[in-house]
C-alpha cells in the first residue's frame, strides 16, 4: 500500500483538483491519503472536511513546517511507500504507479520523482546537484542566473543540460513529488524538523546517499506542479527560510567544527540573501517600466 502525503497551508484554491486527480489517476494500487493542515485560516480543511471523507486530516494548532508535518504524517501512516504530495500539484496519469514500479524494480532505490510541469506545459527543472560554496551562488533566483541565464555553473547546478525524457540517477528531487520506502525512512531518519521550509528535500537525499540509496528521476509519471503556491510572490519569508536552510545544510554536512569558519558561512548566506532581495527589487522596477507606455515619459 502507498501512503499518499500533503502538507497544506492555505491550500485552498488548489487542494480539491490535488485530491481530485488522485483519485482519478491512481489505479491497481492501494493507497491512503493524510493531509496535514499547517494551521491554515482559509477553507482548505472545510473542503476536505466535507468533499472528502475518506481523507484523513491532522489539523497542527501552528505552522509546524514543512518536514515535521510529513513526519507526523509518517508516524501515523501504514503504507510501505510513502508518497509526498505538494496541494498545488495534479497528476495527469497513473504516476504513482509508475514511481512504485521503479522503486520495486531496484532495492537499491531510496526515493524517486516524477517528471513535473507547470500548468501551461512547460519543463519543470525538478533535479538538482547538491549544492557546494560555488554553485548555491548560481542557484534559480541568483542575480547571476538572471543575467547570464546560460553560464556553465547554473547549467550543471540546475541539471538544464539533464535529459528530462530518461530516467537516470540525480543528487536530489524536489519534495513537492517524491516517493520513498518507509524502510528506507526508517534506516535513516525522517525529515529533519530544524528546516522549517526548503532544503529538508536536499537533505533527505543526501543522507539517503550517505546510506548508499539512489535518487532517481522517473520521467513517465507525469505530474503538473504550480510551483509556490503556499508563499507570496517577490522576496518574503520563504526566501528567508531558504537561505537559513542552505546555512544549516552546510553546517551540518559540509562544514568543519570551527568558529570563524561558520561566521564566514553566516556572513556568506547573508550576502547570498542581500543579493536575491536586491535582484527581486531591480527586476520590479524593470518590469514596471517595461509596462508603461513610453508617451508618459515625455
Known sequence: MVTIIIVT???????????????????????EIIVVDN?????????????????????????VGFGAANNIAIARSAGEFIMLLNPD????????????????RDPKIGCAGAKLQYFDGTLQLSCRKFPNYINVFFGRRSIIRHLFPKNPVSREFMLENMDYNCVQEVDWIMGAAMIM????????????????????DTDLCYRMMMASKKVVYVPSAHIRHFHGASVSKGFSKAQLHHNIGMYKFFRKHSIPKNKLLEFVLYCAILIRLSIVFATEQIITILNFFRRKPMEEYR
Open 181 to 200: 520506502r518507509r524502510s528506507t525512512i526508517e534506516e535513516i531518519g525522517s525529515f529533519d524538523e530544524s528546516y522549517f521550509l526548503f532544503v529538508e
Open 89 to 104: 500539484t495534479v497528476l495527469e496519469n497513473n504516476a504513482i504507479r509508475i514511481l512504485v514500479d521503479h522503486l520495486k
Open 9 to 31: 497551508f492555505n491550500s485552498e484554491n488548489f487542494i480539491r483538483k490535488c485530491i481530485e486527480s488522485i483519485y482519478d489517476k491512481t489505479k491497481e494500487i492501494d493507497f
Open 39 to 63: 494551521n491554515s485560516s482559509d477553507r482548505t480543511t472545510e473542503i476536505i472536511y466535507r468533499e472528502f471523507k475518506n481523507v484523513r486530516l491532522i489539523r497542527n494548532r501552528r505552522n
